[in-house]
């Protein structure tokens, strides 16, 4: 809501403000309107040189600038301006910013603590390319042991945000409230505050830190054998990084990779053995591999994305979350066997509708929909992607299969993971950034403390309820926020393009014309009208025909295009196609 009455006045006052810059203006309020005048001053001060930014306000948390507030955004960029978002502040930051409060681990912590790691691998890994150098913390470490009997003795270990975040605390209440932290572009909304997030609880190298650990048994050929959670105190040795992992599992002697890792490098290779043994597993049980098509925003010191990249992901990245599955599955497993409340990943099997939607597209491709019973198994469906694996249909079947599947949420009552063909699955690994992970953290402490099972019932039967349904509302909002980010982001980038011919994909078809992905992931709209002027037909929902040239548009063909149009304001991208060359 605007300030009534007084919007002439603030038009006023922002108009004078930009008229008379000479360097730079900020403007800072929740009731910015882009006015005819105040455009006009806009555009002015931009041919002067002065550094305009309007820096937006959040709305329940989440980023007001890319979300209500995302139609200013062509508007101001057309004239040079520079959009900002302010971050919503946390509730009673007073508590985090006291010299000394949650800066360092207590003697009393290191008493009570159960184990002290001291295993001869206590590595941290984390993705350089998403949460962990994004947001500055890191939440995860891992520790690897292989037993005299072949198997292997493997340690997660996650940041013990529970220790920090109280319930009844203003804290919680704040990260309740957010439920998830918010991703997009180089950007990052937070769920804590980073005093916690960036700095007690990030585990990092060569820190003590509190931790909550996973430590499981393994036999020799991978199967989980048993598994134990403890409160425990790690010192990180090495920050790992995901590329720099994949060069020394590859082979590389480099003496600064090395170097660095000198401490871990005798590991690598257990590490490795064991991933290939889950792998193994992974696919014996019919999980499937979808390639989500995720692509990362490389943006300039300005904010503005000059280039869109796929993202790609190695043998290290794969072994590390296979590793955190572990732990996940152990916890949803450890709290189903002890029937205390809890805050379950569930993923259901897919609706008819949507396998209506499948079976089309699969016959439509010419790819054999045939399956034993009415709901395909997971087994089934990645035979499918298997068999389309490096063909024309590939993303488009992997895309077609992903909106297939039901929306994974969470639930107070297990009800086993469809998509990783698990009985057992929960949220474990992240309690820095969502909220379901510290709520499962909160109550299996309670219980490992020695709480009893009925008293676990009555303090957390309404919790665990209410923390499902809080996160798997917020997780949807958290994901239509980041996406429709990655849509203005990729628009910027084309309308730096404007005019320039690429190849690519057909990727949808409909009456009205097709969508064509380029190599990069940049999705754009080519009308019919540019097809051909003579009319076009729909066949199977995935061919435009011609009748009178016979010329066909089908789903997976190539095809040239010109990028022709990009609307920042609704993310989207209009291309035509390319003339022919002589």
């Known amino acids: ?54 820096v937006l306000p959040a709305k329940n948390n989440l980023p007001y600038v890319h979300w209500a507030t995302f139609r200013l955004l062509p508007t101001l960029l057309n004239a040079g301006v520079r959009v900002w978002y302010q971050p919503p502040p946390f509730a009673h930051t007073k508590l985090l910013t006291v010299d000394g409060y949650y800066s360092q681990i207590g003697s009393a912590n ?25 947001a ?33 605390s203003e804290l919680n209440e704040e990260a309740f409230n957010r439920a998830t932290s918010v991703y997009y572009a180089d950007q990052v909304v937070p769920m804590l505050p980073k005093s916690l997030s960036n700095g007690i609880c990030s585990l990092n190298e060569k ?58 490098l005798a590991q690598l290779p257990a590490m490795k053995e064991l991933y290939g043994h889950r792998a193994r597993l992974r696919k014996e049980r019919g999980c499937m591999d979808i390639e989500s098509g995720e692509v990362k925003l490389i943006l300039d010191e300005d904010g503005h994305c000059i280039d869109v990249k796929k993202r790609t992901s190695g043998e290290s990245e794969a072994m590390i979350e296979e590793f955190m599955l572990l732990a996940n599955q152990c916890a949803a497993h450890f709290a189903r066997v002890k029937q205390i409340p809890f805050v379950y990943r569930v993923h259901e099997e897919p609706n008819a509708e949507k396998l209506e939607r499948l079976h089309t597209l699969l016959q439509a491709c010419g790819i054999n929909d045939h399956f034993a019973k009415e709901v395909p198994t997971p087994k089934e469906l990645s035979a499918i992607l298997e068999g389309v694996r490096g063909t024309p249909f590939e993303q488009i079947v992997n895309t077609g299969m992903l909106r297939c599947m039901s929306k994974a949420c969470y639930e107070e009552k297990p009800k086993g993971h469809y998509g990783l063909v698990l009985k057992d699955y929960a949220h474990f690994t992240s309690p820095i950034r969502r909220y379901p992970d510290l709520a499962i953290h909160r109550m299996m402490t309670d219980l ?19 923390a499902s349904k809080q996160s798997s509302e917020r997780e949807v909002l958290a994901v239509q926020i980041e996406r429709k980010a990655e849509d203005y982001y990729k628009a910027e980038y084309a309308r730096r393009h404007l005019g320039e011919c690429y190849e690519g994909i057909i990727s949808g078809v409909t009456q009205r014309g097709i969508f064509v992905e380029l ?30 040239s016979g010329k066909t548009w089908s789903l997976g063909d190539s095809m040239m295009i010109t990028i022709v149009r990009a609307d920042i304001n609704l993310g989207k991208v209009d291309f035509e196609v390319a003339p022919e060359t002589k």
Do not use: W
Not at 136 to 147: E, Q
Not at 519 to 544: Q, Y
């Open 1 to 54: 809501d605007g300030p009534g009455n007084d919007a002439d006045m603030l038009n006023d006052l922002f108009c004078g403000a930009v008229n008379t810059a000479r360097r730079s203006v900020r403007i800072m309020t929740p009731y910015f309107l882009p006015t005819h005048d105040l455009m006009a001053s806009l555009r002015s001060a931009g041919q002067r040189g002065v550094d305009v930014r309007v």
């Open 448 to 466: 490992l403390s020695g709480t009893d099972k009925e008293t676990m019932i009555v303090r957390y039967t309404d919790f665990a309820e209410k």
């Open 136 to 168: 500055g913390h890191i939440d995860d470490a891992i520790s690897l042991m292989k037993t005299q009997n072949g198997g292997y003795e493997l340690g997660v270990h996650i940041a013990d945000v529970s220790h920090y975040v109280k319930p009844g």
């Open 519 to 548: 190599e990069n992931g940049v999705e754009g709209f080519v009308p019919a009208s540019s097809l051909t002027a003579t009319g076009t037909t729909l066949t199977e929902g995935i061919r435009l025909s011609d009748p009178a």
């Open 110 to 134: 290191l008493d009570a603590r159960s184990l002290r790691l001291n295993f001869e691998l206590n590595m941290e890994v984390f993705d350089p390319a998403f949460h962990g150098l994004l």
């Open 207 to 264: 820190e003590l830190r509190l931790a909550f650990s996973c430590l499981m048994r393994l036999d020799q050929d991978g199967n989980l054998t048993d598994y134990k959670f403890v409160k425990s105190i790690i010192c990180s040795r090495v920050k790992g990084v995901y590329s720099e992992i994949n060069a020394l599992l590859a082979g590389s002697t480099d003496d600064e990779l090395t170097g660095k890792y000198h401490e871990v």
